[in-house]
C-alpha cells in the first residue's frame, strides 16, 4: 500500500481510521493547575470560572493536543513520511452542544470526518478534516473539535 506508489483516498483512510482506532479513547488532562495557567496566560478569571464551575471554552484545544500528538508521533513513525510530501494544518472550529464543567471528567475521541483527494498548482494532495468528540463521563457529548490538514502526497 506504501510502496512508493500513489496511495488511493480509500487505502489511506484505512490508515488513519486503523491507528486512530488503536489509539481509543482518552481521557482529558483537566486539572486546577493547567486550568489556573491557562487562565492566567489568556486574561480569563480564573474565579469567575470556579465560581461557576465552567471552563473556559479555548481551552478545549489544549486538552486535546495529546489526542494529535499521539496520532502524529504514531503516524509518522508507521506510514506517513512513505506517503506524505508536507502537512499544513489549514483551520480548526469548536462546536459546543452543553457546559463545560469544572467537575466532570472529559474523554476525546478521534476520528476522520472526511478525506478528499485534491489537486492543486502544487500538486496532489489528502484534504482530511480529523474531529476530536469530547464527552463528559456520563458519555453525553460536549464538543466537537475538527481540525483541517491538508496532506502533500
Same mark, same amino acid.
Given at each position: 500500500?506504501?510502496?512508493?506508489? +500513489?496511495?488511493?483516498?480509500? !487505502?489511506?483512510?484505512?490508515?488513519?481510521?486503523?491507528?486512530?482506532?488503536?489509539?481509543? $479513547?482518552?481521557?482529558? &488532562?483537566?486539572?486546577?493547575?493547567?486550568? /489556573?495557567?491557562?487562565?492566567?496566560? $489568556?486574561?480569563? !478569571?480564573?474565579?469567575?470560572? $470556579?465560581?461557576?464551575?465552567?471552563?473556559?471554552?479555548?481551552?478545549?484545544?489544549?486538552?486535546?493536543? &495529546?489526542?494529535?500528538?499521539?496520532?502524529?508521533?504514531?503516524?509518522?513513525?508507521? @506510514?506517513? &513520511? /512513505?506517503?506524505?510530501?508536507? *502537512?499544513?494544518?489549514?483551520?480548526?472550529?469548536?462546536?459546543?452542544?452543553? &457546559? @463545560?464543567?469544572? !467537575?466532570? /471528567?472529559?474523554?476525546? +475521541?478521534?476520528?476522520?470526518?472526511?478525506?478528499?483527494? /485534491?489537486?492543486?498548482?502544487?500538486?496532489?494532495?489528502?484534504?482530511? !478534516?480529523?474531529?476530536?468528540? *469530547?464527552?463528559?463521563?456520563?458519555?453525553? $457529548? *460536549?464538543?466537537?473539535?475538527?481540525?483541517?490538514?491538508?496532506?502533500?502526497?
Amino acid at each position: 500500500m506504501n510502496d512508493g506508489k +500513489k496511495v488511493s483516498k480509500e !487505502d489511506f483512510g484505512i490508515l488513519l481510521n486503523d491507528l486512530i482506532n488503536e489509539i481509543g $479513547t482518552l481521557e482529558l &488532562p483537566v486539572g486546577d493547575d493547567s486550568l /489556573k495557567k491557562f487562565c492566567e496566560y $489568556t486574561g480569563h !478569571d480564573y474565579s469567575v470560572y $470556579t465560581e461557576n464551575n465552567l471552563i473556559p471554552q479555548g481551552y478545549l484545544m489544549t486538552i486535546t493536543i &495529546p489526542i494529535f500528538t499521539r496520532f502524529f508521533k504514531r503516524a509518522w513513525g508507521e @506510514f506517513i &513520511p /512513505k506517503i506524505i510530501k508536507g *502537512v499544513i494544518h489549514t483551520f480548526s472550529t469548536i462546536e459546543y452542544y452543553s &457546559p @463545560f464543567k469544572m !467537575d466532570q /471528567k472529559y474523554f476525546g +475521541k478521534m476520528g476522520v470526518k472526511s478525506i478528499e483527494e /485534491k489537486k492543486g498548482k502544487k500538486g496532489e494532495y489528502f484534504s482530511v !478534516d480529523f474531529e476530536i468528540i *469530547v464527552c463528559d463521563d456520563k458519555g453525553a $457529548t *460536549v464538543a466537537s473539535d475538527i481540525h483541517k490538514f491538508f496532506l502533500k502526497t
